[in-house]
């Protein structure tokens, strides 16, 4: 079963307390969302000191969709800032207080709220990309597959926003999820994550299943001796992308685990990639 872990250390806005003097960063905690019955949605922001408008970037935390939360990448929202990308880490609803597709609707939200929130952040709402890891990454595959999810006669403002993104970097996420063996590798989620639900809900979660040839762009990076979330993921992935047209490239790291490279070799060429790709899109 996929028990995926975090294992890096590493309505409008509403008044948050921002920091400044960390190295030139500009940092804002918990920025209110939005709440959802009792649940409140809040997001860290990592702004570059300088005036944009920046490319913007999502940074999805792991943690079997059940643990974790947004300050796991709080080490990737600092540097990435300091190279210039405005970044988000959102909190979204974890199970079991919370089925699937809680999850996704809250990383949606989050891609709205920073659009309609473009010019208090400096960015360019033209140009939002989505980065996460293990589970967090599955989020951020989804992201970058899902059909436009705006409605332009919702009574929330932020929802008349688009949902689309123009990138996606995975790093060891699942992208098949069923309740019983499907393939030649693990894609069975925590039963936590759906409860009860029929089979068919399990598709619903599939980044794999929504692939078409006007998806955003995908980096995936991936160890090839992930015990938790298989490379396999990955590859199948990519054949999909590949065979839809959707500009791809695959990482993978030899002997690499689940996300045990960031540790061994933190800047190694994965991330050299990983800067190059959110270049290449996001920058232009």
């Known amino acids: 079963m996929l028990a995926l872990t975090a294992l890096l ?84 609803r974890l199970a079991p207080a919370y089925r699937w597709p809680a999850q996704i609707e809250d ?8 659009r309609a929130n473009a010019e208090r952040f400096g960015i360019d709402p033209a140009r939002v990309g989505a980065l996460g890891l293990s589970a967090g990454g599955h989020l951020a595959a989804l992201l970058g597959v899902l059909e436009e999810r705006r409605d332009e006669q919702a009574t929330d ?18 992208v098949l999820l ?27 979660a599939s980044p ?12 995936l990076v991936h160890g090839d001796a992930d015990r938790i979330v298989p490379v396999g993921h990955a590859h199948l992935m990519e054949e999909e992308l590949r065979a839809a047209g959707v500009p791809c490239e695959l990482v993978v790291i030899p002997g690499g685990g689940h996300g045990d490279f960031f540790r061994r070799d933190p800047l ?10 959110l270049a290449q899109s996001l920058r232009r």
């Not at 190694?268 to 790709?277: A, I, L, N, Q």
């Open 268 to 277: 190694g060429e994965y991330w050299k990639r990983t800067e190059r790709f």
């Open 9 to 92: 250390s590493f309505s409008f806005c509403q008044a948050s307390a921002p920091e400044t003097g960390l190295h030139g960063l500009h940092l804002e905690r918990e920025v209110l969302c939005r709440t959802v019955d009792t649940w409140e949605q809040r997001l860290d922001a990592y702004l570059p000191s300088v005036a944009g408008p920046h490319p913007a970037l999502l940074l999805i935390h792991g943690g079997a969709w059940m643990h974790g939360d947004r300050s796991n990448m709080r080490e990737f929202g600092e540097l990435l800032a300091r190279e210039g990308y405005a970044c988000f880490a959102p909190s979204y």
């Open 107 to 114: 990383c949606l939200y989050a891609v709205q709220f920073v």
């Open 208 to 219: 794999v299943k929504f692939v078409s040839k006007d998806d955003a762009p995908f980096l």
């Open 178 to 204: 069923a309740r019983g063996k499907e393939i030649n590798f693990d894609t069975q989620p925590p039963p936590e994550l759906f409860g009860d639900a029929p089979d068919s809900a399990y598709a619903t």
């Open 157 to 174: 403002p932020v929802q008349r926003q688009s949902t689309r993104i123009q990138c996606v970097v995975d790093y060891f996420g699942p």
